[in-house]
């Protein structure tokens, strides 16, 4: 059963990706790949970790965002391409997503993704994990960890996989890269700072979200690596549209709301847990 869900999951996906340049409502996706809409936004939210309207304003939006820099493409054709029914409309959304207009993102010629295309295992088990199936991770691992960095990029405004890599590769040398799998599949990864007492990057797969895999993490972390001590992180501002649930899955885990920031040009909030008793 679980494995035909995600094989009909692939098909929406498929769908989707093949659409991008048109309107892709909930209802227009379900009719197409024939599931009542309340089925579908179940079992995709539910798979994928993101509504479908999400997925797809996230697709649209990194296609539109590859064109702006790579190509010479008017903005309002490029509207068009991605599903706009005007330049304003497009604008508008793009803006709230990218926090600044087309235009200025075509000036900075820098592409980053909001969302790419998505990609499901077949082989997930439901097993329990526990901390100490938590290693630290290698360089052997760096494919597919970077397999699920792509993944799970929507908690990650701005991230540029070249300058990733390159800190990556420091990180596991000193010991500060931490790496779950189950069987032969990476679903969760953690990169952290002994000196600064902070988690830099904290994914796990969206088919283990509700496994409470998180929490394994923070356990691992913080009783073995930096016991008694304040771990912070960061995530998206109160009511950013980027925001697909990873601010309210930091409240859950205990973290609290600390001062506004701003990283790589992006408003961001830092979080702060208070040390394990």
């Not at 890599?165 to 990476?186: H, M, R, T, Y």
């Not at 998206?236 to 649930?245: N, P, S, V």
Request: proline share 4%.
């Amino acid at each position: 059963m679980e494995n035909q869900m995600i094989i009909s999951i692939e098909t929406v996906i498929d769908f989707i990706e093949n659409h991008l340049d048109g309107k892709l409502e909930l209802d227009i996706v379900a009719t197409a790949v024939h599931y009542s809409k309340y089925h579908l936004h179940r079992i995709f939210n539910g798979t994928v970790g993101m509504t479908i309207h999400d997925y797809v304003v996230r697709r649209q939006l990194t296609e539109a965002a590859k064109l702006l820099v790579f190509s010479e493409k008017p903005i309002i054709e490029i509207a068009f391409i991605c599903g706009y029914e005007s330049q304003q409309a497009f604008t508008t959304v793009f803006k709230s997503m990218y926090k600044i207009p087309p235009a200025e993102y075509r000036e900075q010629r820098e592409f980053y993704p909001l969302q790419l295309r998505f990609s499901l295992h077949r082989k997930v088990t439901a097993m329990e994990f526990k901390k100490n199936d938590i290693r630290f991770a290698e360089k052997s691992d760096i494919p597919e960890w970077m397999e699920l960095v792509r993944l799970v990029i929507d908690g990650y405004p701005h991230l540029d996989e070249a300058e990733y890599l390159q800190k990556l590769n420091d990180s596991i040398k000193e010991k500060q890269a931490l790496i779950l799998k189950d069987i032969d599949i990476v679903i969760g990864i953690m990169v952290f700072s002994y000196d600064t007492g902070s988690i830099e990057f904290m994914g796990v797969h969206p088919q283990y979200r509700g496994c409470g895999i998180q929490k394994v993490f923070l356990d691992r972390l913080m009783e073995d690596f930096l016991p008694e001590r304040e771990v912070s992180t960061t995530t998206f501002r109160e009511y950013d549209k980027a925001d697909t649930g990873y601010r309210e899955e930091l409240k859950q885990l205990g973290f609290a709301e600390r001062e506004l920031l701003v990283e790589f040009g992006y408003p961001t909030q830092r979080f702060v847990l208070s040390p394990y008793k």
